[in-house]
């Protein structure tokens, strides 16, 4: 198969490189590869017989009519030139996109093949035993279970067990504290009663197990304190429960448990925070002859670090400990969106199999570094000046000015009264341009940058204040 590989000058040697060992002619088109234009390309393939084009990822013009004229497909490479070589090796086990950047475009097929994968595993494992048809154990996927403190003190409990759902949570654990009442509990259970996920009940009050036990699927959590008392209710509810140790050691609290007549039983070592005993906490994770449990969620909460990276580690460590379900929250502003890292954290542990590293699996959990930094080319100029600091006093444009802000997953732009939002900070501002609503080119400046900084407030889960650092 002939490859042409239009690109740039400046590109030139990156593009020569990775075409070594194919059958492809690279031909410069220009100073740069995005410049290229369908008369120059028309021109290239009456010169040559090719069985296929390549133009870079950064082309905006359409070659539709060109391939049309010379029936020669012609697909968009990689925006980056460093990434061609990746394309080139599997370019006989993919069909390349027209419209999509072949970069793009192999994310997300090895997204889709990861995530058929995940399904595949999901249904081929056994499990020692389902949770209102979630798998529990024995070969299945880690459960994320999503703990909502207070549940009954919560202004829409039930808009928020939905979205736990919808952000990958398996089981939604609704936890009450010693204020709550029994009437508390069935009124928080009777809201959210119909939702088809398994839900879970966080307190060791046995009048509040019972309260529960009408819809909870899992009791949150029983002891030698407790057990006998709640047990057989357990039992008749067909609900399954999580054992820890109070006074007595887990194993003998199992025991006790399997005595009593409970069978859907999950064993919690009780991990420690960091600093506190997390290592040596490691060491109960043994066999103790059911599922184990591990309580990431304090470890999440109680450190000053970005969530994404503990959720990664700690999914890593409970599936080396072949651990079942992981709990997980969100109580403060620095977890937010801890549910989906923790999900996607579990479906990466899954496909590790054996493996030895969980990596270049399709899917990961980065979010601001790279895997790879890409080398492009180094610019070419002939002069430079330092750019001149911006004076402090502004120049306000007549026409007035925009206040800025986010909500619920929109940017927004207002002056008097009247507002535009948008999901991309571009279509704002071309709005705002198209309405001719500025008319100073350093007030559109300004409102591009402030606009970016909401989008990425949005992207990244912070907060945003318009004039202030990101």
Not at 1 to 12: A, F, K, N, V, Y
Not at 208 to 230: F, K, Q, T, Y
Not at 359 to 373: Q, T, V
Request: hydrophobic share 40%; with cysteine.
């Amino acid at each position: 198969m002939r490859i042409l590989l239009p690109t740039g000058r400046i590109t030139e040697e990156v593009v020569r490189k990775a075409a070594t060992g194919y059958d492809a002619t690279v031909v410069v088109t220009g100073e740069l590869a995005s410049f290229l234009t369908p008369h120059h390309l028309r021109t290239l393939l009456v010169d040559g017989s090719y069985d296929m084009v390549i133009t870079s990822g950064m082309c905006t013009a359409s070659f539709q009519q060109v391939e049309k004229e010379t029936g020669v497909p012609i697909y968009r490479g990689p925006r980056h030139a460093a990434d061609l070589s990746l394309i080139l090796r599997v370019i006989d086990t993919i069909e390349l996109s027209r419209e999509i950047p072949a970069d793009d475009l192999l994310t997300s097929l090895r997204q889709k093949e990861a995530a058929d994968k995940v399904k595949l595993l999901e249904t081929e494992a056994t499990g020692d035993f389902s949770i209102r048809g979630v798998k529990i154990g024995k070969g299945s996927r880690i459960k994320v279970l999503a703990e909502i403190m207070d549940a009954h003190r919560h202004p829409d409990i039930r808009k928020k067990v939905i979205r736990f759902f919808e952000d990958g949570a398996d089981i939604v654990d609704l936890g009450f504290g010693f204020d709550a009442t029994p009437d508390d509990v069935r009124r928080v259970f009777e809201r959210i009663s119909d939702l088809p996920g398994p839900l879970a009940v966080d307190t060791q009050n046995p009048e509040l197990i019972r309260a529960a036990l009408p819809r909870a699927d899992l009791i949150l959590s029983l002891h030698d304190g407790n057990i006998n008392e709640v047990g057989p209710d357990i039992i008749e509810a067909r609900a399954a429960a999580v054992i820890v140790p109070l006074e007595r050691a887990l194993g003998e609290t199992i025991e006790q448990a399997k005595k009593l007549g409970l069978t859907r039983l999950i064993a919690d070592p009780l991990l420690q925070p960091a600093g506190s005993g997390l290592t040596r906490s490691l060491a109960g994770f043994s066999d103790h002859g059911c599922p184990l449990f591990f309580g990431a969620g304090n470890v999440i909460e109680l450190i000053d670090a970005d969530s994404i990276g503990i959720n990664a580690l700690l999914a890593a460590m409970a599936h080396e400990l072949h651990a079942a379900i992981i709990f997980c929250s969100e109580h403060s502003d620095k977890t937010q969106d801890s549910i989906k890292e923790m999900r996607r954290a579990t479906e990466m542990m899954l496909l590790t199999g054996e493996r030895p590293y969980p990596k270049d699996l399709g899917i990961d959990l980065f979010c601001i570094k790279e895997k790879r930094k890409r080398r492009e080319p180094p610019l070419e100029y002939s002069s430079i000046v330092d750019a001149e600091q911006m004076p402090d006093e502004i120049q306000y444009d007549p026409r007035g000015n925009f206040r800025i802000g986010i909500e619920d997953g929109w940017i927004i732009a207002v002056r008097n009264g009247s507002a535009v939002r948008g999901k991309r900070w571009q279509d704002v501002l071309y709005t705002l341009l198209k309405q001719d609503a500025i008319s100073l080119l350093d007030h559109a400046g300004y409102l591009g940058r402030e606009l970016f900084k909401a989008e990425l407030a949005i992207k990244f889960g912070r907060s945003f204040e318009q004039d202030g650092p990101f």
